[in-house]
């Protein structure tokens, strides 16, 4: 099968979630890019690990990942349906920036969209821009402009 994500501006863009106004922001930014551009969106959203390594602590965090995130990412999976874009998401534990970049080089994704974090940029933010595998976009709010 012929892969034409290569002749769209941007085939494939990922988006770090991490349920703030900064990542709704961009989650917003992201949809209008890839339905004006066809593209394809994946979202992700990762809960840091416990730094406690019993197994209650585990299914706390797994348990905050999925109320995080799960609603928002079915409304956005029906929402793109009905849109006609193509939309996948992504919940995982561990480090927000090192799943952004190794998600973004599995799909083989053309953007990242994510939002500054807390106080500006971010550890995550900053990390995704030095090592991101392709162009990232970081929305910012109209109190940052």
Known sequence: MKDTSRHK??????????????AERALRMARELALASKAKLYLIGVECLPESA????FQAAVAS???????????TR???????LHVETF???GQ???WLIRKAQQLRARLIV???GRNGLG??????????PCAVLVSRGAECA
């Open 9 to 22: 501006p941007f085939g494939k863009i990922l988006i770090g979630y991490d349920g703030g106004p900064d």
């Open 54 to 57: 019993s197994a209650e602590a």
């Open 65 to 75: 990942a999925l109320k995080n995130y799960e609603e928002v990412f079915y409304r």
């Open 78 to 84: 029906l929402g793109g349906m009905n849109e006609g």
């Open 91 to 93: 919940i995982a534990l």
């Open 96 to 98: 927000p920036a090192l």
């Open 114 to 116: 994510i939002g500054p």
């Open 123 to 132: 550890s995550v933010c900053k990390r995704v821009l030095i090592e991101a």
